[in-house]
């Protein structure tokens, strides 16, 4: 049972926007930044959202974050096949004085 | 360019021990937080350890508190991991990755080491 909520799975088609959610609590998402990851078979977790909403260079604006008391979701836009992948979202937690990770969603371009 | 790359993966049995190295490069190490993080086979992402730029704060998962040990050399950029007691619920990739400006989240991520604790 991971700290942070996400659902298992999302599903869109090509063109599509598709948001993730990610639900935690005053320890974590409340108090703290929220990052979003990206991860492919076989390949290393890939940033795609830093400090809740900001983009790293190389990152398409098709990808957006935003954060709301203890809940936060990824947003993406336009979808594409080279999209499906599993999504991690992350934050410092203080009551456990550590980093929590979301379940992941495993996103399908149908 | 930043770069990470994991090293001391395998195969131990349970109750042994291994320790993994993160040679890094590209950037100023020991300015930078520094984390190990794991996937177990068909698993999501798992926390293990954080470590501050200067070795004066650690923190573990409570799974491997007592049993792992995080370090650094700050001399020589690397990050290390010390596992003992293995149990095969420790079986997964582990990734070296390190925290960003804000100190707050992880920016930069390895491409992973594999330990597998059977018998």
């Known amino acids: 049972q991971s700290v942070l909520t996400q659902p298992p799975s999302a599903s869109g088609t090509p063109g599509q926007r598709v948001t993730i959610s990610c639900s935690g609590s005053d320890s974590n998402i409340g108090s703290h930044y929220v990052y979003w990851y990206q991860l492919l078979p076989g390949t290393a977790p890939k940033l795609l959202i830093y400090r809740n909403n900001q983009r790293p260079s190389g990152v398409p604006d098709r990808f957006s974050g935003s954060k709301s008391g203890t809940s936060a979701s990824l947003a993406i836009s336009g979808l594409r096949s080279e999209d499906e992948a599993d999504y991690y979202c992350a934050a410092w937690d203080d009551r456990l004085r550590g980093r929590v990770f979301g379940g992941g969603t495993k996103l399908t371009v149908l | 360019e930043v770069q990470l790359v994991e090293s001391g993966g395998g195969l131990v049995k349970p109750g042994g021990s291994l320790r993994l190295s993160c040679a890094a490069s590209g950037f100023s190490f020991s300015t930078y937080s520094m984390n190990w993080v794991r996937q177990a086979p068909g698993k999501g992402l798992d926390w293990v350890s954080s470590?501050?730029?200067?070795?004066?704060?650690?923190f573990y998962a409570d799974s491997v508190k007592g049993r792992f040990t995080i370090s650094r050399d700050n001399a020589n950029n690397l990050l290390y991991l010390q596992m003992n007691s293995l149990r095969a619920e420790d079986t997964a990739v582990y990734y070296c990755?390190?925290?960003?400006?804000?100190?707050?989240?992880?920016?930069?991520w390895g491409q992973g080491t594999l330990v597998t604790v059977s018998s």
């Open positions: 990755a390190r925290n960003d400006d804000s100190d707050q989240g992880i920016d930069y």
């Open positions: 470590i501050s730029s200067g070795s004066g704060y650690m």
